[in-house]
């Protein structure tokens, strides 16, 4: 005689919600460009950026980074002295 165990009533596990997998199609595209915007940011806007902070400086290539001396407005003929 075989006799079956009832099952315990219990609360059933949450589901969860599926994972949302990377899709390679969605993110080609930026992959391919990046390398300009890589090159552009180098090229271009560190060379206009650097200009602009050279543009209130005074500097001479010759003698290194060190030798910056911050000028401010004094170079555009605004200085407050």
Not at 17 to 25: E, L, T
Not at 59 to 70: F, I, K, L, R
């Given at each position: 005689m075989?006799?079956?165990?009832?099952?315990a009533e219990g609360?059933?596990?949450?589901?969860?919600p599926a994972r949302k997998r990377v899709n390679m199609k969605q993110w080609a595209?930026?992959?391919?460009?990046?390398?300009?915007?890589i090159l552009f940011a180098v090229?271009?806007?560190?060379?206009?950026l650097f200009s602009i902070y050279l543009s209130f400086n005074q500097w001479?290539?010759?003698?290194?980074?060190?030798?910056?001396?911050?000028?401010?407005?004094?170079?555009?003929?605004r200085c407050s002295e």
């Amino acid at each position: 005689m075989n006799t079956t165990m009832p099952c315990a009533e219990g609360a059933a596990a949450p589901v969860r919600p599926a994972r949302k997998r990377v899709n390679m199609k969605q993110w080609a595209p930026y992959i391919f460009i990046s390398p300009f915007f890589i090159l552009f940011a180098v090229f271009s806007l560190f060379p206009l950026l650097f200009s602009i902070y050279l543009s209130f400086n005074q500097w001479e290539a010759a003698s290194g980074v060190e030798a910056m001396q911050w000028q401010g407005d004094c170079m555009k003929g605004r200085c407050s002295e």
